[in-house]
């Protein structure tokens, strides 16, 4: 790669330990996708993680002396003051929350807690070269916003956001943007819950990038969120075009740079339910629980729950995982007091995947998510997964109809 004298003072440790350490890494990125130079960048975020291994390399570079040039925001964790409050945590994993919250804070990141940026807090503007890593954010900021940025993992990310570069290669190229796969979508999709199991069919679309054909002419911003986090639940995708919808796919034509796609793949109404009945528990059955916002929920679909269960009592459990400026606007709105008042909990700062959640273990929870859904069973937590509708019926009544 050929470097600017500041790219390689940087690599040469005259801007500190910290700074050449993530200049090594991304240089070596770079070269294992042939980059010819680094670029800069205008954005970032992290997909943060406070388990050992992700700590132990955000620590390591603070105590190198490394700050952030561009402050990323980034993922949630767990909120440390509701889980200790409620002592739902160890002393063991309460320190390792407290542990990442001071290595990102030293290190000069915006300490967001939010798996869902693009849609409030860390929005780009189309063309943006930005570095994000996040499942659901990478396709969004490319697909929706027309920003510009690789799928980075989150300590890749963590070192653009330190160097304020990222080696040019992939998605930043006109050329590797275009779609390759015609999907045509003739199931119906009226609700953000149709999107999840759109997203889920990625083996079936395949590797590449999608262009959808046949969805409805406005799309809402939850249903373009469950869209790109589904896609990478079930496979690896970095962007998606809708034709006339999305901002480089004015046109079949011009999402497929004129080129004929490589295939093409009709999704039915009998796909999704197929998808259904593979990831999910089988329904008619009592649950535990409900668990809602993965990724995070946004003040609408928090309205939308206060409504419906306003004035009743839950029989199960209710958790809605939000970011914390979503769970202050809930506080402000009242949806918050209607919510507590049936029993349901909005938890900020908050990821389904995380130890807060172990007395949990062994039940069997309902979801509108299959990412929801995928991650905790690693934790031997299970779920059925249905609409959101059909979620807080079952949470009122303790059981899947």
């Not at 930043?172 to 199991?197: C, Q, S, W």
């Not at 900020?348 to 991650?375: F, M, R």
């Amino acid at each position: 790669m050929i470097l600017t004298q500041e790219q390689q003072d940087m690599l040469d440790g005259k801007y500190g330990e910290g700074t050449a350490f993530a200049m090594k890494i991304q240089v070596a990125i770079g070269e294992s996708f042939d980059a010819k130079r680094m670029v800069p960048i205008t954005r970032a975020h992290v997909a943060l993680s406070n388990q050992e291994a992700d700590l132990w390399f955000a620590e390591k570079l603070l105590k190198a002396g490394a700050k952030c040039r561009i402050a990323p925001t980034v993922n949630p964790g767990f909120c440390l003051s509701f889980f200790k409050n409620k002592s739902m945590v160890s002393k063991e994993d309460a320190d390792l929350m407290q542990r990442t919250h001071n290595a990102y804070k030293g290190l000069g990141a915006v300490l967001s807690y939010n798996c869902t940026p693009y849609i409030d807090t860390n929005v780009p503007n189309y063309g943006e070269v930005i570095a994000f890593s996040e499942s659901s954010a990478t396709p969004y900021v490319n697909s929706v916003w027309g920003a510009r940025s690789n799928r980075e993992g989150a300590n890749s990310a963590l070192c653009a956001a330190i160097t304020g570069y990222v080696p040019e290669y992939g998605l930043l190229f006109d050329e590797n943007r275009k779609g390759n796969i015609l999907v045509e979508v003739k199931a119906d999709m009226k609700t953000p819950y149709d999107y999840h199991l759109l997203g889920m069919l990625g083996k079936k679309i395949g590797n590449g990038i999608p262009v959808f054909t046949g969805l409805p002419k406005h799309i809402s911003k939850e249903s373009l969120r469950n869209l790109g986090a589904q896609l990478n639940t079930s496979g690896a995708y970095g962007m998606f075009h809708i034709v006339g919808f999305t901002p480089e796919a004015p046109t079949i034509d011009a999402a497929f740079g004129g080129v004929k796609p490589d295939r093409k793949v009709v999704i039915t109404n009998d796909d999704l339910t197929e998808i259904l009945d593979e990831i999910s528990l089988k329904g008619n059955r009592n649950i535990d629980f409900a668990m809602f916002g993965c990724p995070h929920f946004t003040l609408e679909e928090v309205k939308y729950i206060a409504e419906k269960i306003k004035g009743k009592k839950l029989k199960k459990e209710m958790w809605i995982l939000t970011s914390s400026h979503v769970k202050e606007m809930a506080v402000r709105m009242g949806f918050d007091d209607i919510i507590l008042e049936s029993g349901g909990f909005i938890v900020p700062d908050t990821c389904p995947d995380q130890p807060c959640w172990s007395h949990l273990k062994g039940k069997v929870g309902i979801t509108e998510s299959p990412k929801c859904a995928y991650y905790p069973q690693r934790r031997g937590i299970h779920f059925v997964i249905r609409d959101l509708e059909t979620c807080i019926n079952a949470a009122l009544t303790g059981e899947v109809k």
